[in-house]
């Protein structure tokens, strides 16, 4: 039987340290989500720009001219704020796809070389057997 602290050892191969250091299990998935917060809080934080933008520009005008100046202003901050949370989020949309295809690939490998050690293990077998 197996000593506990043999188990979680970082050197043996199985161990999600291990995993990690030679990246064959990635943490990107995880911190996608807070990288992608983080991001909408940059972008949220530029709407806070754009009000306050708009109030700057009412008070600096008069009362009429100001309110005229100041509702294109908040009109347009809030238009770019939205297309910018849009394309935050496509951007790490894409990033996660691209890491699926990454995991993917590695799946579609580990079956193709499971499938040539299985065939090429089978004695008596050829190339030529599988024709006819």
């Given at each position: ?6 188990a979680?050892r970082?050197?043996?191969?199985n161990s999600?340290?291990?995993k990690?250091?030679?990246l064959?299990?990635?943490m ?19 709407g806070?720009?754009?009000?306050g933008?708009?109030?700057?520009v009412?008070l ?12 294109p ?10 297309a ?11 990033y996660?796809v ?5 995991e ?29």
């Open positions: 039987m197996k000593s506990p602290r043999s979680s970082p050197d043996r191969p999600v340290l291990w990690l250091l030679t064959e299990q990635l990107t998935g995880s911190l996608v989500h807070l990288v992608y917060w983080f991001g909408l809080g940059v972008v949220a934080l530029g806070f720009g754009a009000i933008a708009s109030v700057g009412a600096r005008e008069g009362p009429l001219m100001g309110l005229l100046a100041a509702i202003v908040a009109v347009a901050g809030l238009l770019v704020i939205a910018l949370a849009i394309v935050w989020r496509s951007f790490c949309e894409f996660v691209i890491i699926q295809i990454g993917d690939l590695r799946a579609m490998r580990r079956t193709a070389e499971a499938g040539a050690v299985s065939t090429s293990a089978k004695p008596g077998r050829s190339a030529a057997d599988g024709d006819q």
